[in-house]
């Protein structure tokens, strides 16, 4: 690594890229590329790249086949899709294919390097940027950022100062805070002029039951269920049709996760808002995974107390077990007060409908979630109408660029949180150099 030293030039680079994540090292590498500068990366983190080492559980969701700004959320669908617009799927393969990475898709559509390794991805990225000639440097805590009279910038630490003609700001969020993003670039952003949004919160993120929930008795089981956001006066707001997995806090899994986010948020505005859990997603008919707003539920009451009713002689407990598993099923049963050996015309019909309550729209009486520690990605961050969405440029401070998740933008579950720091880094990449060229 480079040391830094103390009598430094009027700038010792063209550019300072502050965070060597994902969007970081985009934007290096397409700075470098357009524009032979000289460009020096920094990120705090005493291990460059974690967040691409442990995504994916260690094989890195690299991009999704199909994306577009509806699988997002935090700024208006119009600005989102103005970036996701300058660097496609078909972009983002391209240029990985070109750094020796091959990818393979799986039935979800999900992207995944054939190797089924991240460090395939991080080392191509690594190199990518070397051969390009961007200097990396960590850990390189960043703690000040001002604004020079001649125009520039000076980043200073505990290590000393770096003078650059412009700065592209990637430090991430708040989630995962040993990979380095611990909101302290929010921070930094504050000082340069710009907002954050009122409230910034973890997504993508398990979420906590109630203590005495039954949901905890049935840790390790995976089920499909349909996750449901009300409001506190029973108005559906956004569900997702996905595999949930029950833990021993509560509640995560694909379903849950990309629903956690708008559970949380909701309650900012609405303490009420709250979480329901169907069981039958399936029971009308088939219908696409993923968040859906304004969207028919896919089971009522009246459907799940018909097909109850319809079982005719079975008994509940083998008629949930056609859809459920063994266990979730008595539990449910226990938790209506039905012995497992009556049909379902042996039930009163209080009972039946309070199972099939269950079955349609149960109470999953969340509390809480389990924070950024735990968190895939950071919902809020600078709004995009700070911007300029064409170059990610800074309206309030120029020659200051923006990319990854410290905007207030966030995906769903599947490699669109990825996408966008390809994007967004490609569209401040390129764009600074050309800044710096004019």
Not at 47 to 55: E, F, H, M, P, T
Not at 255 to 283: G, I, K, W, Y
Not at 395 to 408: N, Q, S, V, W
């Amino acid at each position: 690594m480079s040391e830094l030293t103390e009598n430094v030039p009027a700038y010792d680079s063209d550019i300072v890229v502050i965070g060597a994540g994902a969007a970081g090292l985009m934007t290096a590498i397409h700075a470098a590329r357009a524009g032979h500068l000289r460009v020096v990366a920094l990120d705090g983190a005493p291990r460059i790249g974690i967040k691409i080492l442990v995504a994916g559980g260690g094989r890195c969701n690299v991009t999704h086949h199909v994306v577009d700004e509806r699988d997002y959320a935090g700024s208006t669908p119009a600005a989102i899709r103005r970036v996701l617009s300058r660097f496609s799927v078909a972009d983002c393969v391209a240029f990985f294919n070109q750094l020796g990475v091959t990818f393979k898709q799986e039935d979800t559509g999900k992207l995944f390097p054939t190797t089924d390794d991240a460090h395939t991805v991080l080392n191509a990225l690594l190199q990518a940027a070397r051969d390009s000639g961007v200097d990396l440097r960590w850990p390189i805590r960043v703690q000040s950022i001002t604004p020079l009279a001649q125009g520039g910038f000076e980043v200073a630490g505990p290590w000393g100062v770096l003078r650059a003609r412009a700065i592209a700001l990637c430090s991430g969020g708040k989630s995962l805070p040993k990979s380095g993003s611990d909101g302290l670039g929010l921070e930094l952003v504050k000082t340069l002029g710009h907002s954050v949004t009122r409230h910034v919160i973890p997504s993508l993120v398990p979420l906590v039951s109630d203590a005495q929930h039954w949901a905890r008795t049935l840790s390790g089981l995976a089920v499909e269920a349909e996750i449901r956001v009300v409001s506190g006066t029973g108005r559906h707001i956004i569900s997702s049709i996905n595999s949930m997995l029950f833990t021993h806090f509560g509640f995560s899994g694909p379903a849950v996760l990309d629903m956690s986010r708008h559970l949380m948020m909701e309650r900012t505005r609405d303490p009420d808002a709250s979480l329901q859990l169907c069981f039958l997603p399936n029971l009308r008919h088939d219908l696409p995974k993923g968040p859906k707003h304004n969207a028919k539920l896919s089971c009522s009451l009246d459907e799940a107390d018909t097909w109850l009713l319809d079982s005719k002689a079975q008994t509940v407990l083998s008629r949930l077990r056609e859809r459920l598993p063994e266990r979730l099923a008595k539990t449910l049963l226990e938790s209506a007060g039905i012995p497992t050996d009556r049909s379902a015309k042996q039930i009163d019909r209080e009972r039946r409908r309070s199972l099939a309550q269950l079955l349609c729209a149960a109470p999953a009486h969340i509390v809480g979630d389990r924070g950024f520690s735990h968190a895939e990605v950071t919902a809020g961050g600078v709004p995009l109408n700070e911007l300029n969405v064409s170059t990610l440029q800074s309206r309030m401070c120029p020659g200051l660029f923006m990319a990854g998740e410290i905007l207030d933008v966030d995906g769903r579950i599947g490699g669109f949180n990825f996408q966008w720091a390809w994007a967004s880094g490609f569209v401040a990449g390129i764009s600074i150099a050309k800044y710096l060229d004019s």
